[in-house]
Nanobody, 131 residues
Framework: EVTVVENGGGLVQVGSSLTLSCSIS????????IGWFRQAPGKEREEVSC????????YIADSVRGRFTVSNDNSKNMVFLQMTSLEFEDTAVYTC????????????????????????WGQGTQVTVSS
């Protein structure tokens, strides 16, 4: 079972930058697609980025394109989400996911209030953008 750990959330000001990191263990980036999702209170979970090394695919959501980029360090099995020009609307819990289905975006199912994928979720990290 792959384990997913995020780091890098925090409280930042509007217009600033922040980088989140996602580290997987028990597998490599060659085996799993890595997605960054975010969810704000009262809103649906949104996939903001995805990186799939196996098929050479990268996905960035329209809502963050031009401000967020994704990069990776294969030697450390890590994926990074670089966020710039942060806005109030970027405030959310950001969760990294490792999907056994190698595609971007990562397919999710929703049932009884929870989101499911073929893989593992991280614990999530809070990003709060303030004035």
């Amino acid at each position: 079972e792959v384990t997913v750990v995020e780091n890098g959330g925090g409280l930042v000001q509007v217009g600033s930058s922040l980088t989140l990191s996602c580290s997987i263990s028990g597998a490599t980036l060659n085996e799993y697609a890595i997605g960054w999702f975010r969810q704000a209170p009262g809103k649906e979970r949104e996939e903001v980025s995805c990186f799939c090394k196996k098929i050479g695919s990268t996905y960035i959501a329209d809502s963050v394109r031009g401000r967020f980029t994704v990069s990776n360090d294969n030697s450390k099995n890590m994926v990074f989400l670089q966020m710039t020009s942060l806005e109030f609307e970027d405030t959310a819990v950001y969760t990294c996911a490792a999907s056994r289905i190698n595609s971007c975006p990562i397919p999710l199912t929703y049932s009884r209030g929870s989101y499911y994928l073929t893989g593992s979720w991280g614990q999530g990290t809070q990003v709060t953008v303030s004035s």
